[in-house]
């Protein structure tokens, strides 16, 4: 099943670790009727995976060069804060996966393209900061997914070849990243499908965590 002995396993986290996706959906969808605007989900979806800094361009593009997006950041944020502010969810299967891997002595990373203190603060409060030797964030690399530099930096850190290391992503951008620095990337789809281009670059496609889990227990050695 895998294609080198399994050194390290790299998480991103948004959508696969944590379950926010949808969070971010609403609350972005919440500011643009703050500001009398429309944002269709089809726009919301082409955002999933892709760093704060290129969606900002992307809702500048949206709404026109004399739209307050530092205002309306803000308005989002406090709502992302707001529907956070109880608990952070995890995903279903996330603890019983990362048990399974302390158990067999594989150290994990997260890779996200969340900045880092959202990432540290989530983590933490999701209890699962603990569980990650190294956590490499979209502001500790120059480029930002597709393009590989997060998940390289992050085998750098635990001094692991990306060849050895499987790589868990839901988003295409994700995943397109992690198959270009060359690891085992398997995919955990949550709000979208990958692409064909996207399939033809995964290892594997599981349903969910609780398939990770079956998975890693049938082939880990």
Avoid: W
Wanted: hydrophobic share 45%.
């Amino acid at each position: 099943m895998f294609r080198k002995p399994v050194k390290a396993a790299l998480f991103d986290m948004d959508g696969l670790l944590i379950d926010s996706e949808a969070v971010y959906i609403v609350a972005m969808q919440a500011a643009a009727r703050h500001f009398k605007r429309e944002m269709t989900l089809d726009f919301c979806h082409s955002m999933v995976g892709i760093p704060r800094v290129e969606c900002n361009v992307m809702l500048q593009e949206l709404y026109g060069e004399g739209f307050d997006l530092e205002e309306f950041r803000g308005v989002y944020s406090a709502n992302v804060q707001e529907a956070m502010a109880e608990r952070v969810p995890v995903k279903a299967g996330v603890v019983e996966v990362l048990a399974l891997l302390a158990e067999r002595g594989i150290p994990c990373g997260v890779a996200t393209s969340a900045l880092r203190d959202v990432a540290e603060s989530h983590l933490g409060r999701a209890g699962l900061r603990k569980h990650f030797a190294t956590l490499v964030a979209r502001d500790d690399v120059e480029r930002a997914k597709p393009f590989p530099d997060i998940y390289l930096e992050a085998a750098r850190r635990l001094d692991v070849p990306p060849g050895n290391c499987l790589a868990f992503e839901d988003s295409n951008p994700g995943l397109t990243a992690a198959h270009a620095a060359g690891t085992m990337a398997i995919m955990v789809p949550d709000l979208l499908q990958p692409t064909d281009e996207v399939r033809a670059k995964c290892l594997y496609i599981a349903p969910d965590m609780a398939s990770v889990e079956r998975l890693l227990r049938e082939h880990l050695r």
